[in-house]
């Protein structure tokens, strides 16, 4: 079922601000529901789309929420409107996708905590943002080296955790006929679960789900070093 599209949300909008001019809405409206956006994975998530119905290119405002997509077209006010009035954005030149998250209405894949690493690379993915802030450069031998900018949020927070809770040590090796010591406190872990913060664990599984497609295995067995 699709709902048409609401031009105005009911109930107290802006914080109490109501704007005294409004432009005049030019398009008549076209949705097209369910739209597949298939992920790197494989799982396909489903959203709509709300667009002027003339054909020309239009700026496209991308609306990913854990609140299913067809609730965005209640008129309900916020908090639970969070997509913004898509009938009023088409009207005015706008097209306007609003996906439901993993595991929400019709989008398949399992839930993810919102705001995670995860829905921040489907959300990355789906809008073609990642190529951007993806830098691939080929090494010799066939290795490769991949930078990825703003993977991880609070990386700060979680190095200093890091370096407080960890049980670093130091190692020394034989080298040129000699023992030296690593240039690097270690610390290894054995299984998933002993790792010392939860943002590795996902930071790992996002780094499984993105190795395994290209190379066919899962990333190395966890670890810590610091320089």
Not at 99 to 125: C, F, M
Request: proline share 10%; charged share 25%; hydrophobic share 35%.
């Amino acid at each position: 079922m699709v709902i048409p599209p609401h031009v105005r949300l009911d109930g107290p909008q802006l914080a109490g601000w109501r704007p005294k001019v409004s432009s005049q809405p030019k398009f008549p409206i076209l949705c097209e529901p369910d739209i597949p956006l298939v992920l790197p994975d494989g799982t396909t998530s489903r959203g709509d789309l709300y667009r002027p119905d003339v054909a020309g290119r239009y700026p496209a405002l991308v609306a990913w929420s854990t609140y299913p997509k067809e609730l965005q077209q209640t008129g309900l006010p916020l908090p639970l409107n969070e997509a913004g009035v898509s009938g009023y954005l088409a009207q005015h030149g706008y097209a306007h996708l609003i996906v439901s998250a993993r595991r929400t209405g019709r989008s398949g894949g399992d839930h993810q905590p919102q705001l995670s690493l995860q829905e921040q690379k489907d959300v990355a993915d789906a809008t073609g943002c990642q190529d951007r802030a993806h830098r691939r450069r080929r090494l010799s031998w066939g290795h490769v080296s991949d930078v990825r900018r703003d993977f991880m949020r609070g990386a700060d927070e979680l190095f200093r955790a890091l370096v407080r809770d960890v049980p670093w040590r130091a190692e020394r090796r034989p080298m040129y006929e000699r023992m030296v010591d690593v240039p690097r406190l270690l610390c290894f872990y054995e299984d998933l679960a002993d790792l010392p913060h939860p943002t590795l664990v996902e930071a790992k599984l996002v780094l499984d789900a993105y190795c395994g497609a290209e190379l066919g295995s899962r990333s190395a067995p966890p670890g810590c070093a610091t320089t």
